[in-house]
């Protein structure tokens, strides 16, 4: 089935010349003026001069030092929408730096960068995101977007984003919820997880099982993942042909199944029966999670009585390569074991 897909590809009307570039110590300083030059052509040949220099972190850290950031931020609500491309295109460049992501969050760049939640044009929130989905990969980032109010708005916007930027929104939330998950739990988010674990993307099915598995981890996540009957839908996904889809479902039960009631969900839902093949699989991550998710089955009494007979398989994880696998399953072995 073919999809739309999101071009970065310039306008056939807009003259792609780069600025000319000054000599040595002058470029960079001739170009934020040009920034601000009441001239589009100027912008926006200094935008895409600009885009080349900030791959090397030199050059990004000497255009914050310079200011570049405040004149950026003044640009991404340019009326021109090559202007606006080129400045979150700048801008997602920076955020590859720890210069850039450092300063994103020193000049308030996060706020200023929502702003664009909304534009008509795809690949600006493309780019847009894109900067998000950099900075919710560090701690201090997912912090900043949870502090500006964001997450409400990203939880929403899964619903009615197009694929490709759907796929940011999920690794954004990703970041942010094992931060902070109670103003996506406030905003409907596990209910709209629900219904991506369905969704013809792979990609999508896997990040969206990851966003549950980040969401499951406080008590209030657990509970709405039970209230919400998530578990048959992750159970079912631990039969995917993809290796991520299953680690992720089997992690997102890991989580969830910590609870009574979640234990007693995913018992009813035949997790076990379905975890129990994927202790063996081929992907070492889809091995630790599945484990770890019996293991929380295996506490109550019921999930304990079947995994008696199987044992003899967990102790056979005890000599995987995986270290982590090996400690898990040891620890398995205790649980399933345990008598009162």
């Given at each position: 089935?073919?999809?739309?897909?999101?071009?970065?590809?310039?306008?056939?009307?807009i003259?792609?010349?780069?600025?000319?570039?000054?000599?040595?110590?002058?470029a960079?300083?001739k170009?934020?003026e040009?920034?601000?030059?009441?001239?589009?052509l100027?912008?926006?040949?200094?935008?895409?001069?600009?885009?080349?220099m900030?791959?090397?972190?030199?050059?990004a850290?000497?255009?914050?030092?310079?200011?570049?950031?405040?004149?950026?931020?003044?640009?991404?609500?340019?009326?021109?929408?090559?202007?606006?491309?080129?400045?979150?295109?700048?801008?997602?460049?920076?955020?590859?730096?720890?210069?850039?992501?450092?300063?994103?969050?020193?000049?308030?760049?996060?706020?200023?960068?929502?702003?664009?939640?909304?534009?008509?044009?795809?690949i600006?929130?493309?780019n847009?995101?894109?900067?998000?989905?950099?900075?919710?990969?560090?701690?201090?980032?997912?912090?900043e977007?949870?502090?500006?109010?964001?997450?409400?708005?990203?939880?929403?916007?899964?619903?009615?984003?197009?694929?490709?930027?759907?796929?940011?929104?999920?690794?954004?939330?990703?970041?942010?919820?094992?931060?902070?998950?109670?103003?996506?739990?406030?905003t409907?988010?596990?209910?709209?997880?629900?219904?991506?674990?369905?969704?013809?993307?792979?990609?999508?099915?896997?990040?969206?099982a990851?966003?549950?598995?980040?969401?499951?981890?406080?008590?209030?996540?657990k509970?709405?993942?039970?209230?919400?009957?998530?578990?048959?839908?992750?159970?079912?996904l631990?039969n995917?042909?993809?290796?991520d889809?299953?680690?992720?479902?089997?992690?997102a039960?890991?989580?969830?199944?910590v609870?009574t009631?979640g234990k007693?969900?995913?018992?009813n839902?035949a997790?076990?029966?379905?975890?129990?093949p994927?202790?063996?699989?081929?992907?070492?991550?889809?091995?630790?999670?599945s484990?770890?998710?019996l293991?929380?089955?295996?506490?109550a009494?019921?999930?304990?009585k079947?995994l008696?007979?199987?044992?003899?398989?967990?102790?056979?994880?005890?000599?995987?390569?995986s270290?982590a696998?090996?400690?898990?399953?040891?620890?398995?072995?205790?649980?399933i074991?345990?008598?009162?």
């Open positions: 089935m073919a999809h739309p897909r999101i071009s970065s590809k310039l306008p056939p009307d003259d792609p010349t780069k600025a000319p570039i000054a000599f040595g110590r002058r960079l300083p170009l934020n040009e920034l601000e030059d009441p001239d589009l100027t912008r926006q040949r200094a935008l895409m001069s600009l885009c080349d900030v791959h090397d972190p030199e050059n850290y000497q255009a914050v030092s310079l200011g570049f950031l405040d004149n950026l931020k003044k640009l991404l609500l340019d009326e021109d929408q090559t202007v606006r491309q080129k400045t979150t295109e700048v801008l997602y460049i920076m955020a590859t730096h720890n210069v850039g992501r450092y300063n994103f969050i020193k000049h308030k760049v996060i706020p200023a960068l929502a702003q664009l939640l909304n534009d008509p044009v795809d600006c929130r493309w847009m995101h894109y900067g998000l989905k950099l900075m919710s990969e560090l701690t201090t980032g997912a912090i977007i949870v502090e500006s109010g964001l997450i409400p708005s990203l939880v929403l916007k899964l619903r009615t984003e197009n694929e490709e930027i759907q796929k940011l929104l999920l690794e954004t939330l990703s970041g942010c919820l094992r931060v902070e998950a109670f103003e996506a739990l406030a409907g988010a596990v209910g709209i997880l629900k219904e991506m674990l369905n969704h013809i993307s792979v990609e999508i099915r896997s990040k969206a990851e966003a549950l598995m980040a969401i499951s981890v406080p008590l209030e996540g509970n709405m993942v039970f209230q919400e009957g998530v578990f048959p839908d992750l159970v079912c631990l995917d042909d993809d290796a889809v299953r680690a992720n479902a089997a992690g039960l890991m989580n969830a199944a609870t009631q007693y969900a995913a018992i839902a997790a076990i029966e379905t975890l129990l994927l202790i063996h699989d081929e992907k070492s991550k889809v091995r630790l999670y484990i770890k998710a293991t929380m089955l295996a506490e009494p019921e999930g304990r079947t008696l007979c199987h044992v003899e398989e967990f102790q056979e994880r005890m000599k995987d390569p270290e696998v090996r400690r898990a399953a040891t620890i398995a072995v205790e649980v074991t345990w008598k009162p």
